[in-house]
């Protein structure tokens, strides 16, 4: 069993600054690419940034520059650090990582979400 447990969403008004975390745990062998995605009321869910296992990063246009993904391997742990957010940010964050199992199993797994909330 593999787990993904988020933390750090809120409420912050424009301008602010918030970091989200999310830590894998279970049965990990290895962990690949992990990434943060985001879903507005009606809208589908984005990939809004993404790192891979040595450390490359990306980004959906509308973050960069604003927001920083980073990992850090020991804590099986990736990070948002998002700053200069706009209320077009509000959405609900969903980590996402792939994730090779103990038992040599590779399946994509996701967090539960977390609301960011950011008021104009």
């Known amino acids: 069993q593999v787990h993904l447990v988020e933390s750090g969403g809120g409420l912050v008004q424009a301008g602010g600054s918030l970091r989200l975390s999310c830590a894998a745990a279970?049965?990990?062998?290895?962990?690949?690419?992990m990434a943060w995605y985001r879903q507005a009321p009606g809208e589908q869910r984005e990939l809004v940034a993404a790192?891979?296992?040595?450390?490359?990063?990306s980004y959906a246009d509308s973050v960069k520059g604003r927001f920083t993904i980073s990992r850090d391997n020991a804590k099986n742990t990736v990070y948002l650090q998002m700053n200069s957010l706009k209320p077009e940010d509000t959405a609900v964050y969903y980590c996402?990582?792939?994730?090779?199992?103990?038992?040599?199993?590779?399946?994509?797994?996701w967090g539960q979400g977390t609301q960011v909330t950011v008021s104009s």
């Open positions: 279970g049965s990990i062998f290895s962990i690949h690419s």
């Open positions: 996402n990582a792939q994730i090779t199992s103990i038992a040599r199993s590779q399946y994509g797994h």
């Open positions: 790192i891979t296992s040595g450390g490359t990063t």
